[in-house]
């Protein structure tokens, strides 16, 4: 029993809802968050339709004084924290100030930028000769470990507090260093999530790449289109996900709900060397990452129940297919059941793993396989490795007891995390 690490609490803010009741009923019912934003249509993106999560005023006073919400427009910020204390509330956990720190529990908190928002106010402030005008808080929001900061100082955490950055890996990654951290018992409690930040100056570069799909913009809930022949490229997102992990003996001591067991996890980096790029994914890297995250959790590939794709619906989709079924020795119809979450709420960049993974985790806790989105064509590279039925279109309702959650992010970085229903 010592030092296994299981998830007590879950929090989330996603494009398809915030909260984890309307965000379970959208992903159970497939409903999806993307729409299309007349300000993207003004700057002539190519791409208009993105997944940003609707959070009103009234719903940061919650986490927020009204004081700090004054000239605060950090939104990875706000999803974040909003995530985070969700996350500590539903573990059971208090909010009660104290004068001392609570030396067990820590955060790892990814974020890919902050606060870009303030940035451009920030600089325009500063070529007009306005620097005293900046307000005191410019720093904590553009700072990339603003998150993590604002979280330690509102949970009152004493242990590690840190902000992990590791592009669309950035998610998985704070999972993984969370487990290390309270598996080789240096914590006994951290809580792990990612967010990122809303809007054209986050989602521009992307546009620009034109890995974003242009084709849709007429039918935004139509164009996250994940394994599909007519898939034209990923939708951009934001928001954050965030889930409390714990060693099990503390766990259990204070009676928590135990949503799942964390098995174990890897990151690696294909170097970009080989097939692999800034941008393009090395399948023997990928592949590895996968295996020795199973060879971590001390599982194998027939174990494996369900997997959460990356799966961005770009071309590469056939390719992740592919890599894992090399790294599980499986497929056909004997391929685990597999599924993409951006085919409902797009790709919420460093937040897509840690919001990937509450989807994940809930699955393994209510006894579900949640149905993808807008791949009724799945791609022929796709069929010709797996049987269409190991990707469902309608919910499935089945106990599930391993799920694999993967990343691969920009810059050739993976990570893979094994979650487990949990049983003494």
Known sequence: MKNRVVITGLGIVAPNGVGLDAFEHAVKNGISGI????????????????????????????????????????????????????????????MEIRDDPDWDSGTIFGAGTSGIEKFRESIYKIDDF???????????????????????????????????????????????????????GQAKRILAGSTSDSG??????????????????????????????????????????????????????????????????????????????????????????????????????????????????????????????????RKGIDFPYINSLKSTVGHCLSAAGSIESVASVLQLYKGYVFPNRNCEDVHPEITSIIDVSRIPMELIEKEVTIVLKASFGFGDVNGCVVFKKFTT
């Open 130 to 184: 306005k620097t005293r005008n900046l307000g005191s808080t410019s720093v904590i929001q553009t700072m990339n470990s603003g998150i993590s900061a604002y979280l330690a100082g509102k949970l009152g955490l004493g242990n590690q507090v840190t902000t992990n950055s590791s592009a669309c890996t950035t998610g998985a990654e704070s999972i993984i260093m969370a487990y290390d951290r309270i598996k080789s």
């Open 200 to 329: 054209p100056y986050i989602w521009g570069g992307f546009d620009a790449m034109r890995v974003c799909t242009f084709k849709h913009n007429d039918s935004p809930e139509t164009g996250s289109r994940p394994m599909s022949v007519s898939a034209s490229g990923f939708v951009p997102a934001s928001g954050a996900g965030s889930l409390v992990l714990e060693d099990l003996e503390t766990a259990l001591a204070r009676g928590a709900r135990i949503y799942a067991e964390v098995l174990g996890g890897a990151l690696n980096s294909g170097g970009q060397r080989g097939l692999g790029t800034l941008t393009a994914p090395n399948p023997v890297a990928v592949q590895k990452c996968i295996q020795k995250a199973m060879a971590n959790a001390g599982i194998k590939g027939q174990d494996v129940d369900a997997i959460n794709g990356h799966l961005t619906a770009t071309t590469k989709d056939s390719l992740e297919i592919s890599n894992w079924s090399e790294a599980l020795g």
């Open 35 to 94: 729409r299309h934003f007349e300000e993207l249509e003004r700057l002539k993106f190519s791409c208009q339709i993105a997944g940003m999560p609707v959070v009103s005023n009234e719903l940061a006073l919650h986490y927020f004084t009204e004081l700090e919400l004054k000239n605060f427009n950090a939104t990875g910020i706000l999803y974040g924290v909003i995530a985070g204390i969700d996350a500590w509330k539903d573990a059971g956990l208090s």
